[in-house]
């Protein structure tokens, strides 16, 4: 206890357990491994229920090995943080003095824009950093790069990359805090942060809802932390693709795997549309995209087929009219545009959860 | 401190904002959390008591304006701010159970400004317990303690902890005996567990 401020936790009795801390893998023990499809999934049963009172890691990697606790943590954290982007004075001086890099790979307007606006909510300051115009493209590695930035002492960096396992790369080689912003195929960790938020704000629970997932399962990075969370938290789920785009032993990480879009929509309180990746595809996985939305487009009436109150959900950008009909994507059900709002007070939770456990946490 | 004297104290206190305060449709109440924010309902039904208006209260989170968010292992889980009126031109009480170096207060006052412009700010605590960091005194004061900073206060509430009391408690090892509690203005010294 710190003798010099008031410590509002300092009563006996009223000092928050930290069991999270000592069960918290050593960071240079983090797995670096990208294929999933082969790693088994925490049973979700034997992981403490209710929130942590710290996050007790120094990166988000991926949401593969966070445990309930952990996860509700960042959501009800989330869920404070709201109030500041109601306010007319959005901004919080939390992260004061902070330096945090953008370090975007690829392209991206939602995530990036999304994570700049919660840095400056929370005060913090930003370098954005982006493929074109630096010197990424005069072949220095990326190693080379972020070593070169963190001489420059940022607290924190955030990357998207196009190579799966960026993000665990740079945090063996960096100081600062690493956030994974998507890396490839593997795991786009606040994506699915944000997803459960929305579903929680909407729904009240995550445990024993009906998700279904239709659309590239192959490629999507936001399949993958979306499966062990939703499973982490009990949800049950059931996915959709054409079958050339479902990767080998997905029932593994928990889904059931369907061919039909109206089997696995059958009873879904929640249906999460993914886009079809044109820029990841070797081409040739369906004929085109008419026939891909015939087979497997949300539409109207395939709506009808989930419950009454299900929500639609897509992490964006939209392929109107291949993934999802206009009709659906700008329907009552939809909560697309609130996933974005969502995602802003997702980020300023991470983003201070992270900042706050600097201390205690640098792995010896 | 027992339950009858912290209603005796706020009691006190509720009177003498009311008295400060002739015309009180300017003014509200905002409690810090999390014990400050009982205290500000229990002033508000103890001012409507009086035969007096029903101030509004509001809640307030200083975890996002603390100075210490990197030096401090876990903080506080945040939780939700909620002042559900405009506060530019309005009074405004802030509420806590005990100021002791004065950067609780600092954040809170740093908080309440991100909200616009009050006319005034007051500061009501139950216990004032000294050693202040910084120049921060309170306008309503439940009871003044002597402390040493080695003791730790601790206040209880029915609302959060199921009982009202005010605990003074002694650091462990720190060889002291605690002087006698009615030295202390009624405050209860127990040795720390």
């Known amino acids: 206890m710190n003798e010099t401020v008031i410590d509002r936790n300092a009563a006996p009795g009223r000092r928050p357990a930290r069991p999270g801390r000592t069960e918290a893998p050593p960071v240079s023990r983090e797995r670096v491994a990208a294929s999933t499809a082969a790693a088994p999934a925490p049973s979700p049963r034997d992981v403490p229920a209710g929130p942590l009172a710290a996050f007790p890691r120094r990166h988000l990697l991926g949401i593969q090995g966070l445990i309930r606790g952990e996860i509700d943590l960042i959501l009800d954290t989330a869920r404070a943080f709201a109030e500041v982007s109601r306010r007319s004075i959005k901004k919080v001086p939390t992260l004061r003095g902070k330096t945090i890099v953008n370090l975007f790979m690829e392209p991206s307007t939602r995530t990036r824009s999304s994570f700049e606006i919660a840095e400056k909510r929370l005060s913090a300051d930003t370098l954005n950093f982006s493929l074109s115009g630096s010197s990424v493209s005069k072949g220095e590695t990326l190693v080379d790069t972020a070593r070169n930035l963190e001489a420059m002492a940022p607290d924190m960096i955030v990357i998207r990359h196009r190579a799966a396992g960026a993000s665990h790369l740079l945090a063996r080689h960096c100081r600062s805090n690493i956030i994974n912003a998507g890396d490839g195929s593997h795991e786009h960790p606040t994506q699915a942060l944000l997803d459960a938020y929305t579903i929680r704000e909407k729904k009240g629970r995550l445990d024993g809802l009906r998700v279904a997932i239709v659309g590239d399962l192959m490629h999507s990075r936001v399949l993958r932390s979306n499966l062990f969370l939703l499973r982490t938290m009990g949800a049950d789920i059931q996915v959709c693709g054409p079958p050339t785009l479902v990767p080998i032993g997905l029932e593994r990480l928990g889904a059931v795997v369907h061919t039909r879009i109206e089997s696995a929509l059958e009873g879904a309180d929640v249906i999460m549309m993914l886009r079809i990746q044109r820029e990841r595809q070797q081409g040739g996985a369906f004929p085109s995209a008419r026939e891909y939305f015939n087979l497997f487009g949300l539409t109207r009436e395939r709506v009808r087929l989930a419950r009454k109150d299900a929500i639609i959900m897509h992490p964006g950008p939209m392929n109107r009219g291949v993934e999802i009909d206009s009709a659906v994507a700008d329907g009552p059900e939809s909560v697309i545009l609130e996933q974005v709002s969502n995602g802003v007070s997702v980020r300023m939770a991470v983003l201070y959860l992270l900042a706050g456990g600097t201390l205690g946490d640098l792995a010896a | ?193």
């Open chain 2, 1 to 193: 401190m027992d339950g009858a004297a912290i209603e005796r104290s706020l009691a006190r206190v509720a009177h003498e904002i009311a008295e400060r305060h002739a015309d009180l449709s300017g003014l509200a109440l905002v409690g810090i959390r999390t014990r400050g924010v009982p205290l500000a309902h229990r002033l508000q039904r103890r001012i409507a008591g009086l035969g007096k208006r029903s101030l509004p209260v509001g809640t307030l989170d200083i975890t996002l304006y603390r100075d210490d968010l990197t030096t401090v292992g876990p903080h506080a889980v945040l939780k939700e701010t909620n002042i559900p009126f405009p506060i530019d031109g309005r009074s405004i009480v802030l509420v806590d159970d005990v100021l002791y170096t004065g950067r609780t207060i600092r954040a809170a006052l740093d908080g309440l400004m991100d909200f616009g412009r009050p006319k005034c700010i007051q500061l009501a605590v139950l216990v004032d317990r000294g050693h202040r960091e910084l120049p921060i005194r309170a306008d309503f004061v439940g009871k003044n303690v002597p402390t040493s900073p080695q003791e730790t206060v601790a206040v209880h509430l029915q609302e959060i902890d199921g009982k009202d009391e005010v605990l003074l408690m002694s650091a462990p090892g720190a060889g002291r005996v605690p002087r006698s509690a009615a030295g202390r203005g009624g405050v209860r010294s127990v040795r720390r567990p």
